[in-house]
């Protein structure tokens, strides 16, 4: 079994920064891609930014360049680093995570609880 656990949501000011954080841990063997999705009330769950065990990284177009995502694969811990937060960034926010584990060895897409991230104006 694997758990996600976020932290670092929270309510700040338009044009502010906020660090979301998500520690996997269980029975892990490795973790391939995690990503960070969003979902606004009344709105569909859209993917914000993934990260691959290399590093690679892609992003939603409305987060392009204010939004960056890194992980410690030592630590099986993915980030989000939110700047110049806008309104319209308010939505509970999840951790993603494609796990393979070792008992039982299968490979499991995991999500965490949500964290809340609320921007005002």
């Known amino acids: 079994q694997v758990q996600l656990v976020e932290s670092g949501g929270g309510l700040v000011q338009t044009g502010g920064s906020l660090r979301l954080s998500c520690a996997a841990s269980?029975?892990?063997?490795?973790?391939?891609?995690m990503g960070w999705y969003r979902q606004a009330p009344g709105k569909q769950r859209e993917l914000v930014a993934a990260?691959?065990?290399?590093?690679?990284?892609n992003y939603a177009d409305s987060v392009k360049g204010r939004f960056s995502i890194s992980r410690d694969n030592a630590k099986n811990t993915v980030y989000l680093h939110m700047n110049s937060l806008k309104p319209e960034d308010t939505a509970v926010y999840y951790c993603?995570?494609?796990?393979?584990?070792?008992?039982?060895?299968?490979?499991?897409?995991?999500w965490g609880q949500g964290t809340q991230v609320t921007v005002s104006s």
């Open positions: 269980g029975s892990i063997f490795s973790i391939n891609a």
């Open positions: 990260i691959t065990s290399g590093g690679s990284t």
């Open positions: 993603n995570a494609d796990v393979q584990t070792i008992v039982p060895n299968k490979r499991t897409n995991s």
